[in-house]
Each structure stands twice: as C-alpha cells, then as structure tokens.
C-alpha cells in the first residue's frame, strides 16, 4: 500500500513539474495599438499607443518603430528604445507616440519587437509586431465630402394646421390658433443626421402674428430656414388704414415700449376699445403701437384717427419729427436720410450739401421750429429763415453785381476790340504803302535796266555795221 502511495506521489511530482516547465514555455507577448483617430487633416496631430501584454512579469523589451516619413513627423515618442526598468510585477506597459500629419495619403506606423524576455529572463513567444495606417486629407477634401443637404424631412405643430402643408423645399408656412392658445410646440425630423437644427421648441404666443423660424444647417454649414407665421386669434382685431396697409392696433401693453421719459403711459379709446398708448403733454404727441402683417411693431403717431410713424432723432431737448412741407424753403428737395438705425426724411439744397432741414419740437416749451442738421458734425441748430433770407438777398446782389462786371466787362472787351482793329488797319495801310513805293522803285530800276539794254543793243549794232564796212573795203 506504501509502495502504491510512493509511486502515486511520484507521478503527481513528475506531472507537476512538466506542467510548470510547460507553462512558462507557453508564456507570450501580445500588442494592441490604438489610434486617436484613423482619419485626419494635414496639420493635425495623431497619438498612436501599443500596450504590450504578457501572461508573466516582463523583464526586458526591445523594440523598433518605422513610419512614413512623407506624410508623418513624429513629434513625441522614441523611434527605437529598450524597456527593463520592471520590478517583477508589471504584466504590461505601453508606449507612446505622437504624429503631426504633412501631407495627404495614407501612412502607415509599425511597431516590432525585436527581442522579449520575461523577469526571469525566459523568451516571450507571441505577437512581435503590429501595424495601423492613416488615412490623411486636405481641410479642402474634408469639406468637399460634408453633406449639404439643410432640408427637413418632417415639421409639427402641436396645435393648428401648417398651411400650405409640409413640403421640405416650401419655406414659408402659417397657422391659426384659438385665442385660449398661448404657447405652440413646433417639432419635426431632418433629412440627414449630420444637420443640425435651431427652433424645435416650445414658444409663447402673443395676440396676432407670431414670426418662428426653424433653421437647419447641413454638415458643410449651409443654412435653410424655414418660417412659420402662427397667427393667435385677437378677442377683438382693431384694423386701421395707414397709406392704403392694413396694421392691428396692438392692444398688449407689455408688446410696446416708451419711447424716452418724456412720454408717460396711458390709454385711449379706439374703436370704442381702450389701447395702451403713450402722451407728451409738452408736444401734445400720442404714440399707440400698430403690428403690420409679419408681426412688427412700430409706434405711430395718433391724431384725429390718423397714424403717421413715429421718427424720434433727440438732440439734448430737441426731438426731431417728420418734415412740414410747408415750411421747407424755396429751393430745397426732399430726401432721405438715415440717422443711427432709422431713416427720416428731410430736406437739402443739392445732392452735395451736408446739410439737412427738418421739423423739431422742443419738449420744454412745445415750441415748433425748423431745424438745420449737419450730417459732417453730428449737431443741429435752428433754421433761421431771416439769415436764408438775407442770404438770398446777398446773392441777389451778388448776382446784380455779377450783371454789372459781366457790362463792364464786355464794354472793355468791344473797347479793346476797336482798337486792336484800328491798329491793324493801321499797320495794313502803312504796309500797303511801303509795298507800292517798292512797286514804284522795281518799275524805275526795270525802266533804267531797259534804257541801258536798248544802248547796250544800239552799240551792238553800230559794232557789227563798222565790222560789215572793213570787210566791203578788203574785199574792194
């Protein structure tokens, strides 16, 4: 039985030790790489990391990592190091590097190993290398490649109608709701899920038209937007006139603001309905909001159910209104002009001037004055009509001045005229003149000339007659 137990024993011994000395022969290495992204932009950074991993302690690593050097600068990391530094425990460890990508295409970063050893100084077996590519781009080729598409698919009220229905290329729609209706949830779905959408939410609805817009931006940042005009039934619409358009008298005090504090809050009657409205009791100036049909809202003048828009420029006590014709001196031409964010029309001499003319309330004493605005300097002061009038007056004594100069001065240029004329006949008689004593004197010489020729001829032939009688004597 002891023999039996021994022998057991020394089989459970043998099987124990082949099984450890086959355990740490079976010991190996394994990597696993990660990327911070397998596709990028030139000029970005790529961080690459292998965890080696091993089934016993590591004690000594030697590896080599290669890279395409045209696409990739390696930024951080060693290329080719040794790891011992283990204390006996650590089963794993990693290693680090940092690409700056240069250039499009694909790189590749690959890592070897070249020798392993475990802390016992044993060879790990197992993965010795390991390889990642990269896919590198332009910032131009990325964005060539980003969806345009900013259309929605679907787009919900929770309350009322869209009208016309829903079509994703109709970008203007409108709903009615009750007036018990004070908040809308507008809702819906896109057509691409790289879009991105500003507007599905839940909105307050006032008396009248509410503006909502829905914007869709597409991945390469195109936009759409889509407008929904929910119109809240009022309990009882004022609808005025103003210049052949139809405007709501707003009713909602909360949906008006004052102006400045020279106006004080009020109501009036229109229609027989009470309005909020604002008084200058100094100007005699009531404001009431009007809402034209996308839902603005502008102060207008009220007097005698008329509107006229509000244009309020301040100049330390002066508020600046509309124009009176009436007062515009003669000579100036309308025009608009544009004074901070709002326009008013004004009056100018000509399209060069600085100048402009305007109606102005003092809202100290209510006095009414022309007021003269220089656009150059920002200031203004009050027209005064005398000064123009004496001014017109100077230039019309300018102008008679100007008659007589341009008199005078024609009378010198006929003077000058007749004399410079009188001087050319002058020199044109004394030339004529001097031309017929010269005619004279030629006529005298060619007379002598023709004297001495004809002697000349005479002599000649008296020659010639002494020659023919010598020749008649020799002969003889």
Partial sequence: ??????LCLSV????????????????????????????????????????????????YINYSMNYDTSKLTLTSGTQNNVLYSFTGSEKSTTVTF???????????????????????????????????TINIKTQAEIEASYSKNN?????????????????????????EVPYEVTKITISGSKED????????????????????????????????????????????????????????????KDLIEKPNSNYEETTIKINDIDVPA????????????????????????????????????TFDSIIITESLEKDIPEGYQKTNIKIGDKELVAYRENDSSDYYLFNGININTGEDNLYQYNKKENTIQIFNKKMLTKIN???????????????????????????????IKKVRKSRKRKVNEEIVKNEVKDEEIEGEIEKKIEKDDRIKEDVSKKRKVKKK
Avoid: W
């Avoid at 230039?395 to 001087?423: C, P, Q, R």
């Fill in 193 to 252: 899920s790289k879009s991105y959408v500003d507007g599905f939410k839940t909105y307050e609805l006032e008396e009248g038209i509410n503006k909502i817009n829905i914007k869709v931006t597409a991945q390469n940042g195109s936009s759409k937007v889509y407008v929904i005009n929910v119109t809240r039934k009022e309990l009882t619409p004022i609808v005025v006139d103003v210049l052949g358009v139809n405007y709501n008298v707003v009713r909602k």
């Fill in 1 to 6: 039985m002891k023999k039996i137990k021994l």
């Fill in 98 to 132: 940092k690409f700056k990508a240069k250039a499009k295409g694909s790189a590749t970063v690959s890592l070897k190993i070249n020798e392993a050893l475990d802390f016992d100084g044993n060879n790990l077996s197992g993965t010795k290398s390991v390889s990642r």
């Fill in 12 to 59: 459970i011994t043998f099987l124990s030790f082949f099984f450890t000395v086959s355990m740490v022969n079976a010991a190996s290495l394994s990597l696993n790489e990660s990327l911070s992204t397998t596709s990028t932009v030139v000029g970005n950074t790529i961080t690459v990391t292998v965890r080696m991993s091993s089934t016993t302690p590591l004690g």
């Fill in 393 to 423: 007056e100077l230039k019309d004594k300018e102008n008679n001045y100007m008659y007589v100069i341009f008199g005078l001065g024609g009378a010198l240029i006929i003077t000058y005229l007749s004399i410079l004329i009188s001087s």
């Fill in 278 to 313: 604002f008084v200058n009791e100094t100007t005699n100036t009531t404001l009431v909001g009007l809402k034209d049909s996308d839902g603005n809202i502008e102060l207008y003048v009220y007097e005698n159910d008329t509107y006229k828009l509000y244009r309020e420029f």
């Fill in 151 to 175: 259309n929605l698919s679907k787009l919900n009220v929770n309350s009322g109608t869209l009208s016309p229905a829903f079509n994703k290329n109709t970008l203007s729609y409108g709903v």
